[in-house]
């Protein structure tokens, strides 16, 4: 079983910054991929960013330079530092994990079946 509470999230003006927490409870034997997501109204949820066990990372295309996914594997979270925010950003986040059942298949494709009750970030232009 696997919870994630994610945090951080508010309103910011645009070019400004934000990051996000998720605090991870999971089992310590089981390798798990761990992501961001996010769902603006009206749209389908997209992956932003994504992380393994062993610290390499994957990003949404648009989204490289600008957001930065780390884990603290002491604490048990997930952050998601975003810069540089524009109106574009305006969405939920939400933390998900997905647990890794080869070392073949990358995170960016693994199965999210984890995830937190999201956490809104809102950019004004």
């Known amino acids: 079983q696997v919870q994630l509470v994610e945090s951080g999230g508010g309103s910011v003006q645009a070019g400004g910054s934000l990051r996000l927490s998720c605090t991870v409870s999971?089992?310590?034997?089981?390798?798990?991929?761990m992501g961001w997501f996010r769902q603006a109204p009206g749209n389908e949820r997209e992956q932003v960013a994504v992380?393994?066990?062993?610290?390499?990372?994957s990003y949404a295309e648009s989204l490289k330079g600008r957001f930065t996914i780390s884990q603290d594997n002491a604490k048990n979270i997930l952050y998601l530092q975003m810069n540089s925010l524009n109106a574009e950003d305006t969405a939920m986040y939400y933390c998900?994990?997905?647990?890794?059942?080869?070392?073949?298949?990358?995170?960016?494709?693994?199965?999210?079946?984890?995830w937190g009750q999201g956490t809104q970030v809102t950019v004004s232009s």
């Open positions: 998900a994990a997905g647990r890794r059942w080869s070392r073949v298949r990358p995170c960016k494709t693994t199965s999210y079946t984890y």
């Open positions: 992380i393994d066990s062993g610290g390499s990372t």
């Open positions: 999971r089992d310590p034997y089981v390798t798990y991929c």
